[in-house]
């Protein structure tokens, strides 16, 4: 298999415009589980709740300072606790996938969307992103976006979401 972990993210925020809750995954990839909350905040009239274990990300348009060598500018860009994760590059704005890598690792990032809509800096209700992993395959992102677009991942991604109707979303439990 190529793809080794999955991630599914929704729009469950009422406050913040940008976050966007786990509410699934196969708990197999050590970047996101380490950024797993470790305590509880309570809701505030400006800040949703956070429960011990949450992974929340924030996904918003690309801040200028970000830069690097690059040959073109990402689209939108994930955050976790204000630490930049991954660039999300949308080669083609008529379908609902996009790529990426994980910062500081050599591992790609596809993303599939549903739903994903952003109406003045606001991620719209029912907005799903699913991020799959492909660990070691950074140099190969655009091959597998390619080969994400063509259905040739589709087995694999199936696969990765039935393991995560056994997992639970207590990064305590297997």
């Known amino acids: 298999m190529i793809l080794t972990d999955y991630y599914r993210f929704e729009r469950l925020a009422t406050k913040a415009k940008s976050r966007m809750d786990c509410t699934a995954s196969t ?56 630490k930049n994760l991954s ?44 991020v799959f992993v492909a660990r070691g395959k950074s140099r190969d992102r655009v091959p597998l976006y390619n080969a994400l677009c063509d259905g040739e991942l589709d087995e694999e991604m199936d696969a990765l979401r039935k393991r995560t109707a056994k997992a639970s979303t207590d990064p305590k439990k297997p």
């Open 27 to 82: 708990m197999t990839y050590e970047e996101f589980e380490e950024k797993r909350a470790t305590k509880a905040t309570k809701a505030t009239e400006h800040r949703d709740a956070t429960n011990v274990g949450d992974l929340i990300i924030y996904y918003n348009d690309t801040p200028t300072q970000f830069g690097g060598n690059v040959h073109r500018k990402a689209d939108k860009s994930i955050t976790i606790k204000s």
């Open 87 to 130: 660039s999300v590059y949308v080669p083609d704005v008529n379908r609902d996938f996009a790529y990426g890598d994980f910062t500081g690792t050599n591992d790609a990032l596809l993303f599939v969307f549903y739903n994903l809509e952003v109406k003045n800096g606001e991620i719209q209700e029912g907005a799903i992103i699913e």
